[in-house]
T-cell receptor, first 111, second 116 residues
């Protein structure tokens, strides 16, 4: 079955607010990545967190990883209308060749 | 410069036809992928090639046949198209094939296939 599942499925916030989306997965992983997909476009890599890391920052993005709960969260601070997109997590497991993508969270930031 | 490019961007065709989608990457990556994204945005891997060799072949109908003439190109040929093949197909590439190697994937813009 699918490895990553995200919640919420959809999120609508006002510009300037923070957006948090969560990803849960089922088996042990080596690393977890977050991607953004703007409407009608391909996915763009945002950030990667390794299984031995707990938190990582990149600009307005903050990612946490809790391997004991098999979950990760992506926080976007001070959101902008341009952050409107779908966000996907993808997990990588040792000894495998594929990343498993989650179901995605559709974020809408209202100006 | 476009890192991962796909052609065509849109493909509308009748059931039963055969069609191809082309993908090229200029990143010097060893590994390339084909993904299918359905109407619910669920992204599922179909195939992966590493240095022209097939390394992932998910449960995909054998009407779908990938071909990698060199490591910069991975094409997808689909025979006898069916209504259920309608989706967006994404090509991607990464430095190498191991999912444990902290590989970022670079995606193409997608090909929206509509089967009538």
């Amino acid at each position: 079955s699918q490895q990553g599942e995200e919640d919420p499925q959809a999120l609508s916030i006002q510009e300037g607010e923070n957006a948090t989306m969560n990803c849960s997965y089922k088996t042990s992983i080596n690393n977890l990545q977050w991607y953004r997909q703007n409407s009608g476009r391909g996915l763009v890599h945002l950030i990667l967190i390794r299984s031995n890391e707990r938190e990582k920052h990149s600009g307005r993005l903050r990612v946490t990883l809790d391997t004991s709960k098999k979950s990760s969260s992506l926080l976007i601070t001070a959101s902008r209308a341009a952050d409107t997109a779908s966000y996907f997590c993808a997990t990588g497991t040792s000894g495998t060749y594929k990343y498993i993508f989650g179901t995605g969270t559709r974020l809408k930031v209202l100006a | 410069d476009t890192a991962v490019s796909q052609t065509p961007k849109y493909l509308v065709t009748q059931m039963g036809n055969d069609k191809s989608i082309k993908c090229e990457q200029n990143l010097g990556h060893d590994t390339m992928y084909w993904y299918k994204q359905d109407s619910k945005k669920f992204l599922k891997i179909m195939f992966s090639y590493n240095n022209k060799e097939l390394i992932i072949n998910e449960t995909v109908p054998n009407r779908f046949s990938p071909k990698s003439p060199d490591k910069a190109h991975l094409n997808l040929h689909i025979n006898s198209l069916e209504l259920g093949d309608s989706a967006v197909y994404f090509c991607a590439s990464s430095q190498d094939q191991l999912a444990s190697r902290y590989n970022e994937q670079f995606f193409g813009p997608g090909t929206r296939l509509t089967v009538l």
